[in-house]
């Protein structure tokens, strides 16, 4: 089954089907060739239970490589994936608000000016001032 007729199948987008076929073979190894860039989708195809994600602008010889290395290690991640994956892990547990202050600091940016995609909808940081913590009795 291919990803165009997941739809029809009833299991939904790319990502989805690779859960799918993940929890339904979990020995399956997958390696996802896609047009879709790899900033965006490779980190949630990894996660899905992809063995690789490879964006149809890289080079034929990448393929081949990641074939090699998921025939031979199970699993094949390119150093800017690394990267990727790295960043979504971060972004996942510090939330988008923290991140949108991290982010600037860490790439070299400005903080003054924080990317309104990362800053919107994320809730209000808590304070608590001195004195006003609750008391233990």
């Not at 299991?11 to 900033?39: C, W, Y």
Request: glycine share 8%; with cysteine; aromatic share 6%.
């Amino acid at each position: 089954m291919n990803a165009a007729n997941s739809n029809r199948a009833g299991h939904g987008d790319g990502i989805a089907l690779v859960e799918f076929l993940h929890e339904r073979f979990p020995r399956l190894r997958i390696v996802v060739f896609s047009m879709l860039p790899e900033e965006s989708f490779a980190p949630r195809a990894l996660a899905a239970g992809a063995s690789a994600y490879l964006s149809k602008n890289k080079p034929p010889g990448d393929l081949v490589t990641a074939i090699k290395a998921v025939l031979e290690r199970g699993k094949y991640v390119s150093e800017a994936q690394e990267d990727l994956l790295l960043v979504h892990r971060i972004k996942r547990k510090l939330g988008r608000a923290p991140w949108a202050i991290w982010w600037p600091t860490v790439s070299g940016t400005s903080c003054s000016d924080p990317d309104p995609r990362l800053v919107q909808n994320s809730p209000s940081p808590r304070t608590t001032g001195a004195g006003t913590a609750p008391r233990r009795v």
